[in-house]
């Protein structure tokens, strides 16, 4: 009997080392060093980008088609985070805001943001019930909106600049420029070419980043030469799934693309890509 009862002390002594030695090396693993990271998650053929802040601060820009986000997450943020600072809905289409309903179940969010547009689905109603349950701050995304997201980074809302529930959804789809130090990011959910040329008309000069999420999944009606000639990005990210039945990413985006000398990363073809900012330099992970 005293055989066994070391044996169940040294076994609780194993487990209490081992749970020093986790947490330890988890607080070492979130030393984030004063980088941004932005995390482009292959969830098929839809949009779902993780943003988390040099201070550890997290958001999700769209949530794709379906619960395959919180796989995704788990795979970016330790087990114990259960808290998501904010969630961004570019359009209330179903491949951009449908994951969201699962994460408002599995996570702590303290903000949903929207471009003001109303989704027709079934869905959408049920994302609405679930915001109402979890005591969201709820805001309408408007230009000149500045999203402090800690550690020197920000969100700065191009678009909508004015009351959008009228709009398809494509139309009213936020736009947004991530800005870290010297680095910055243009983040377009489905946006068309026709207000991708409204923002060029408005002020081009602040189109101007290093990183281009391509609108609508690499479709021909967005990404047009005005754009790409402002925002001059070196790399450009295509959300997309494989041999998805839209034809996306469309072969004249792809060709204007090249024509522009960007660098083009796919979900469809690479998976979850994954980039990281000092400030100064981006590096794809």
Same mark, same amino acid.
């Given at each position: 009997?005293?055989?066994?009862?070391?044996?169940?002390?040294?076994?609780?002594?194993?487990?209490?080392?081992?749970?020093?030695?986790?947490?330890?090396?988890?607080?070492?693993?979130?030393?984030?060093?004063?980088?941004?990271? =932005?995390?482009?998650?292959?969830?098929?053929?839809?949009?779902?980008?993780? =943003?988390?802040?040099?201070?550890?601060?997290?958001?999700?820009?769209?949530?794709?088609?379906?619960?395959?986000?919180?796989?995704?997450?788990?795979?970016?943020?330790?087990?114990?985070?259960?808290?998501?600072?904010?969630?961004?809905?570019?359009?209330?289409?179903?491949?951009?805001?449908?994951?969201?309903?699962?994460?408002?179940?599995?996570?702590?969010?303290?903000?949903?943001?929207?471009?003001?547009?109303?989704?027709?689905?079934?869905?959408?109603?049920?994302?609405?019930?679930?915001?109402?349950?979890?005591?969201?701050?709820?805001?309408?995304?408007?230009?000149?909106?500045?999203?402090?997201?800690?550690?020197?980074?920000?969100?700065?809302?191009?678009?909508?600049?004015?009351?959008?529930?009228?709009?398809?959804?494509?139309?009213?789809?936020?736009?947004?420029?991530?800005?870290?130090?010297?680095?910055?990011?243009?983040?377009?959910?489905?946006?068309?070419?026709?207000?991708?040329?409204?923002?060029?008309?408005?002020?081009?000069?602040?189109?101007?980043?290093?990183?281009?999420?391509?609108?609508?999944?690499?479709?021909?009606?967005?990404?047009?030469?005005?754009?790409?000639?402002?925002?001059?990005?070196?790399?450009?990210? =295509?959300?997309?799934?494989?041999?998805?039945?839209?034809?996306?990413?469309?072969?004249?985006?792809?060709?204007?693309?090249?024509?522009?000398?960007?660098?083009?990363?796919?979900?469809?073809?690479?998976?979850?890509?994954?980039?990281?900012?000092?400030?100064?330099?981006?590096?794809?992970?």
């Amino acid at each position: 009997m005293q055989k066994i009862r070391n044996n169940f002390h040294f076994c609780i002594l194993g487990i209490l080392f081992a749970t020093v030695i986790l947490v330890w090396y988890s607080v070492l693993k979130e030393d984030r060093a004063g980088k941004l990271t =932005i995390a482009f998650f292959d969830v098929g053929q839809g949009d779902a980008i993780f =943003i988390e802040s040099p201070s550890g601060n997290q958001i999700l820009v769209d949530g794709g088609p379906d619960k395959s986000v919180l796989r995704q997450l788990g795979k970016v943020m330790p087990f114990y985070d259960r808290k998501i600072d904010a969630l961004f809905v570019t359009n209330p289409d179903k491949d951009h805001f449908a994951g969201f309903i699962d994460v408002l179940r599995s996570y702590k969010v303290a903000a949903v943001i929207e471009p003001g547009t109303k989704g027709a689905s079934a869905e959408y109603k049920v994302f609405e019930e679930e915001i109402r349950k979890e005591d969201a701050k709820h805001i309408i995304a408007r230009r000149g909106q500045e999203i402090a997201l800690g550690g020197g980074a920000f969100l700065q809302i191009l678009f909508p600049d004015r009351d959008v529930s009228g709009l398809a959804t494509n139309d009213g789809s936020i736009v947004a420029k991530l800005i870290y130090g010297n680095t910055a990011f243009l983040l377009t959910g489905d946006a068309p070419k026709g207000i991708e040329n409204y923002l060029v008309d408005l002020d081009g000069k602040n189109l101007d980043v290093d990183v281009l999420k391509v609108g609508h999944h690499g479709s021909k009606t967005s990404t047009g030469d005005s754009l790409l000639g402002y925002a001059s990005p070196a790399m450009a990210v =295509i959300s997309s799934g494989k041999n998805n039945r839209y034809g996306h990413p469309n072969e004249e985006t792809l060709a204007r693309l090249k024509r522009f000398e960007v660098e083009i990363y796919r979900t469809d073809q690479l998976g979850t890509i994954i980039m990281e900012s000092d400030g100064e330099n981006i590096r794809v992970k």
